[in-house]
T-cell receptor, first 113, second 115 residues
Framework: NAGVTQTPKFRVLKTGQSMTLLCAQD?????MYWYRQDPGMGLRLIHY???????AKGEVPDGYNVSRLKKQNFLLGLESAAPSQTSVYFC????????????FGDGTRLSIL | DQQVKQNSPSLSVQEGRISILNCDYT??????FLWYKKYPAEGPTFLIS?????DKNEDGRFTVFLNKSAKHLSLHIVPSQPGDSAVYFC??????????????FGDGTTLTVKP
């Protein structure tokens, strides 16, 4: 009964390094999302996907790229990490129906030094 | 311009009393509203929701009220329990055919229930 799994849970990077955050869901959901949460703030949408092979920009997409090669996986990439990208990143998925809530992973805590 | 606002960053109540968390929105096109609950080091989990065609939805100790004319919704927890201590996020969604399911989240209210 895994739901949404995020890998890794913690990571420390140096400025300029690259990395990929992995999100996997086992609920056969069509829609997947990546959010970031900064202290005292809500969840801000980075990118989302409405199905395998599709991606779209959210509210704060700059500095990030995503891919959805398989329906169950949604990858978030940072090509050249910056201190402003220090945050907690949450992945979520839902069935794509009108009134279905999102299911969230437990987050990835990313620090950029 | 923040479309969903939770103006109280924190709320403290005594165990057994009522907790009332508030949320205001600016976009009259929002037609579905959700509350999520988040414990430290965990992701948000869905708590309760309400469609814009209703003004109240109840689930056990949790009730959400929607006042469309005031663009305001509230979450009532009665009676409050220490295990309810968490961050509560309000979220709002546009009609699905215009929004691809995206929700706009408020900044959250941290509820502390004291024994």
């Amino acid at each position: 009964n895994a739901g949404v799994t995020q890998t890794p849970k913690f990571r420390v990077l140096k400025t300029g390094q690259s990395m990929t955050l992995l999100c996997a869901q086992d609920m056969n959901h069509e829609y997947m999302y990546w959010y970031r949460q900064d202290p005292g703030m809500g969840l801000r949408l980075i990118h989302y996907s409405v199905g395998e092979g599709t991606t779209a920009k959210g509210e704060v997409p700059d500095g990030y790229n995503v891919s959805r090669l398989k329906k169950q996986n949604f990858l978030l990439g940072l090509e050249s990490a910056a201190p402003s990208q220090t945050s907690v990143y949450f992945c979520a998925s839902d069935a794509g129906a009108w009134n279905q809530p999102q299911h969230f992973g437990d987050g990835t805590r990313l620090s950029i030094l | 311009d923040q479309q969903v606002k939770q103006n109280s960053p924190s709320l403290s109540v005594q165990e057994g009393r009522i907790s009332i968390l508030n949320c205001d929105y600016t976009n009259s096109m929002f037609d579905y509203f959700l509350w999520y609950k988040k414990y430290p080091a965990e992701g948000p989990t869905f708590l309760i929701s309400i469609s814009s065609i209703k003004d109240k939805n109840e689930d056990g100790r949790f009730t959400v009220f929607l006042n469309k004319s005031a663009k305001h919704l509230s979450l009532h927890i009665v009676p409050s329990q220490p295990g309810d201590s968490a961050v509560y996020f309000c979220a709002a969604s546009l009609p699905y055919n215009t929004n691809a399911g995206k929700s706009t989240f408020g900044d959250g209210t941290t509820l502390t229930v004291k024994p």
